[in-house]
């Protein structure tokens, strides 16, 4: 089956908006996760657009995976519990891929994903990127191009590809 695939791009950190803190007890680290807790997370916040290439993958594999030097992963936390999930990861010496970004469903519409996000390329645009680019499709929720845009990205390539 093939899907619309949207590839977006950001080349500027001062393109980047901030969007003002909420009056929640937020905190949004760098973590280690271990195996059971990564693959808690990336459920809860991947599994009503259908991310599962990970949850399927055998734990040794997804231990490898998210212990690599190259992926970055930030996890937000509402009042100490993971909430959202955010992963770069260094594609080259001076670029970042935003592989996976999504908050729990039951926080949507307050603004915490936009809060999140900004604070998340934010924190990247310190590691000195040349760019920081992400893909998204047809599976992901119908907010999310519209906020990459909103937070400074621009589309650089559109493409009908088949699933994976």
């Known amino acids: 089956m093939k899907v619309w695939v949207t590839y977006l791009e950001m080349t500027d950190a001062s393109h980047a908006t901030r969007a003002p ?8 680290t760098r973590e280690r996760l271990a195996v059971k ?3 808690q997370l990336f459920r809860l916040v991947g ?3 259908q991310w599962d290439l990970r949850t ?3 734990e040794a594999e997804v231990a490898q995976l998210i212990g690599g030097l190259d992926l970055t992963i930030l996890v937000l936390r509402v ?3 993971a909430s959202g999930l955010c992963e770069f990861r260094q594609r080259s010496d001076r670029e ?3 592989v996976h970004f999504g908050i729990d469903v039951q926080l949507e519409g307050r603004g915490l994903g936009r809060y999140f996000l900004s604070e998340c390329l934010r924190m990247a ?3 000195r990127p040349r760019r920081i680019w ?4 047809e599976y992901d929720s119908p907010k999310a191009l519209p906020l990459y845009l909103s937070l400074g990205f621009s589309v650089f390539d559109k493409r009908y590809e088949e699933d994976y």
């Open 21 to 28: 803190p909420l009056d929640l007890p937020l905190s949004i």
């Open 37 to 39: 807790d990564y693959l």
């Open 47 to 49: 599994a009503r657009v």
């Open 56 to 58: 399927k993958a055998p």
């Open 79 to 81: 009042g100490g519990i």
């Open 96 to 98: 970042l891929e935003l």
């Open 125 to 127: 645009w310190t590691w």
């Open 134 to 137: 992400l893909h998204t499709d």
